[in-house]
């Protein structure tokens, strides 16, 4: 009996890329053999994915089948992601993640591999580095898998699936123009869980490097507003004045409104990255575009380098009045128009860079942490401390108790394969920790 698809094992080749995947291996053992889809075991890491189709998932039997299935991995000390396809929704909010359907293999492993970084399963910037490429990366591997587990019928299947697919989108794209006037849409929009803003930057990129079939760029035309320049090149004044009025306005409503945060950031160091091209070729962008920016309260083309002081202020500010610390601030958080997130993470990335009186001004800042990950390990730790105090063992459970103690059970069983045969700080204070109550850290 054939237990995969064609899908599934062109996200598997693609995520093989960056995860240590056992491609040899397709059980485990809980109370009884699991089949499983994708198994990552290598220097101690227990990692199981399974991917869940939208059409053999979707009933309450499956559902109910895939749960349960989880749950015994879990048990058995296994860490179980599942990888739902659209509009499939998550069996475990924090564990599970949701692909598009039939979603090109490079951008349902970037959403994956974003998702294990979030997770703490892999580093952050091997997923970063892997969704910056853009492209599959392993389409010959997949290709063969496929011609070995499922014959040469499964990829003219595939081609017609992708095929219904790419019509689905085009008309969406159709209705898309006819109905805002332009063929540029924001990331919000989606189309069977698939986002019709990638899509559609996909079919500019295809067809701008000469890579987008004939008929595919011929029907594209038909839509009146279809163009193959960038948003920037095609869209800039609609984006500026969305920008500008965001920039100008003190209601958050509005603001988000006129230009949801993340893509207003987008916009702008896209269009900063833009000018430095630009410069780089003894060009610029035109006059008028250059002028029309001076005037957006607050911009500048060097955020990063603008007004050390002033920023420090404004996170002083925000300590005094919300009452959190600043190592609570998330990644791409805005507090009263400044986008206090980015700046944080920028301090923390550059402090090589950084003059030592700056450094200082930081460390004064309330709740201040240049190890915003380490801190939160160190708090993990007090938390397993406190918990032998209370219990008189460090053993959560993994499947009894509250969601606290089994997240702190997830962390000690990950702390334990991360750190084994270490001989660091890390390992030496969760090695002493677990020596009070009799228990070994190899």
Same mark, same amino acid.
């Given at each position: 009996?054939?237990?995969?698809?064609?899908?599934?094992?062109?996200?598997?080749?693609?995520?093989?890329?960056?995860?240590?995947?056992?491609?040899?291996? !397709?059980?485990?053992?809980?109370?009884?053999?699991?089949?499983?889809?994708?198994?990552?075991?290598?220097?101690?890491?227990?990692?199981?994915?399974?991917?869940?189709?939208?059409?053999?998932?979707?009933?309450?039997?499956?559902?109910?089948?895939?749960?349960?299935?989880? $749950?015994?991995?879990?048990?058995?000390?296994?860490?179980?992601?599942?990888?739902?396809?659209?509009?499939?929704?998550?069996?475990?909010?924090?564990?599970?993640?949701?692909?598009?359907?039939?979603?090109?293999?490079?951008?349902?492993?970037?959403?994956?591999?974003?998702?294990?970084?979030?997770?703490?399963?892999?580093?952050?910037?091997?997923?970063?580095?892997?969704?910056?490429?853009?492209? +599959?990366?392993?389409?010959?591997?997949?290709?063969?898998?496929?011609?070995?587990?499922?014959?040469?019928?499964?990829?003219?299947?595939?081609?017609?699936?992708?095929?219904?697919?790419?019509?689905?989108?085009?008309?969406?794209?159709?209705?898309?123009?006819?109905?805002?006037?332009?063929?540029?849409?924001?990331?919000?929009?989606?189309?069977?869980?698939?986002?019709?803003?990638?899509?559609?930057?996909?079919?500019?990129?295809?067809?701008?490097?000469?890579?987008?079939?004939?008929?595919?760029?011929?029907?594209?035309?038909?839509?009146?507003?279809?163009?193959?320049?960038?948003?920037?090149?095609?869209?800039?004044?609609?984006?500026?004045?969305?920008?500008?009025?965001?920039?100008?306005?003190?209601? +958050?409503?509005?603001?988000?409104?006129?230009?949801?945060?993340?893509?207003?950031?987008?916009?702008?160091?896209?269009?900063?990255?833009?000018?430095?091209?630009?410069?780089?070729?003894?060009? !610029?962008?035109?006059?008028?575009?250059?002028?029309?920016?001076?005037?957006?309260?607050?911009?500048?083309? !060097?955020?990063?380098?603008?007004?050390?002081?002033?920023?420090?202020?404004?996170?002083?500010?925000?300590?005094? $009045?919300?009452?959190?610390?600043?190592?609570?601030?998330?990644?791409?958080?805005?507090?009263?128009?400044?986008?206090?997130?980015?700046?944080?993470?920028?301090?923390?990335?550059?402090?090589?860079?950084?003059?030592?009186?700056?450094?200082?001004?930081?460390?004064?800042?309330?709740?201040?942490?240049?190890?915003?990950?380490?801190?939160?390990?160190?708090?993990?730790?007090?938390?397993?401390?406190?918990?032998?105090?209370?219990?008189?063992?460090?053993?959560?459970?993994?499947?009894?108790?509250?969601?606290?103690?089994?997240?702190?059970?997830?962390?000690?069983?990950?702390?334990?394969?991360?750190?084994?045969?270490?001989?660091?700080?890390?390992?030496?204070?969760?090695?002493?920790?677990?020596?009070?109550?009799?228990?070994?850290?190899?």
């Amino acid at each position: 009996m054939v237990r995969t698809s064609a899908q599934e094992l062109r996200l598997k080749a693609e995520l093989s890329t960056v995860l240590a995947l056992n491609l040899d291996r !397709d059980t485990v053992r809980t109370d009884r053999v699991e089949r499983v889809d994708m198994v990552a075991d290598a220097d101690g890491m227990r990692l199981v994915l399974e991917f869940d189709g939208s059409y053999y998932h979707e009933s309450q039997v499956s559902q109910q089948k895939d749960g349960a299935k989880s $749950e015994r991995l879990r048990a058995a000390d296994w860490t179980v992601v599942r990888i739902r396809e659209a509009p499939l929704r998550p069996l475990n909010p924090v564990h599970d993640v949701v692909v598009g359907f039939l979603a090109d293999p490079e951008v349902a492993a970037a959403d994956v591999l974003d998702h294990l970084a979030r997770l703490g399963l892999i580093d952050s910037l091997s997923a970063q580095r892997y969704r910056a490429l853009g492209t +599959p990366q392993a389409s010959e591997t997949a290709r063969g898998w496929i011609l070995a587990q499922l014959g040469e019928q499964a990829l003219e299947i595939e081609y017609t699936a992708h095929r219904d697919a790419w019509d689905s989108m085009f008309q969406a794209l159709a209705a898309y123009s006819a109905y805002e006037g332009h063929c540029y849409p924001q990331d919000g929009v989606t189309v069977d869980g698939r986002s019709l803003s990638r899509w559609t930057r996909k079919q500019r990129r295809l067809q701008r490097d000469g890579m987008l079939r004939t008929e595919r760029a011929e029907r594209l035309a038909t839509i009146p507003t279809w163009s193959g320049k960038t948003a920037h090149e095609a869209g800039f004044w609609s984006r500026y004045h969305a920008y500008l009025l965001r920039a100008q306005s003190a209601d +958050p409503a509005v603001r988000e409104h006129a230009m949801p945060g993340r893509e207003a950031t987008v916009w702008a160091n896209n269009l900063r990255s833009r000018r430095q091209d630009l410069l780089a070729q003894e060009a !610029d962008l035109p006059e008028e575009q250059l002028a029309a920016l001076e005037k957006v309260p607050g911009w500048s083309w !060097d955020p990063y380098g603008q007004s050390h002081g002033a920023k420090v202020a404004v996170m002083r500010l925000f300590a005094d $009045e919300t009452g959190r610390p600043v190592s609570s601030i998330q990644q791409r958080e805005e507090w009263n128009g400044h986008p206090v997130g980015v700046w944080l993470n920028s301090w923390r990335t550059r402090r090589d860079a950084m003059a030592a009186d700056r450094q200082a001004e930081l460390e004064e800042l309330p709740g201040w942490t240049w190890n915003q990950r380490g801190d939160q390990w160190e708090a993990m730790l007090r938390q397993l401390a406190r918990f032998g105090e209370d219990h008189g063992h460090v053993h959560p459970s993994l499947t009894r108790g509250s969601e606290q103690e089994k997240a702190l059970a997830r962390w000690k069983r990950n702390q334990k394969h991360r750190l084994k045969g270490r001989q660091d700080a890390p390992s030496e204070a969760l090695r002493a920790l677990l020596a009070q109550h009799g228990e070994d850290l190899p």
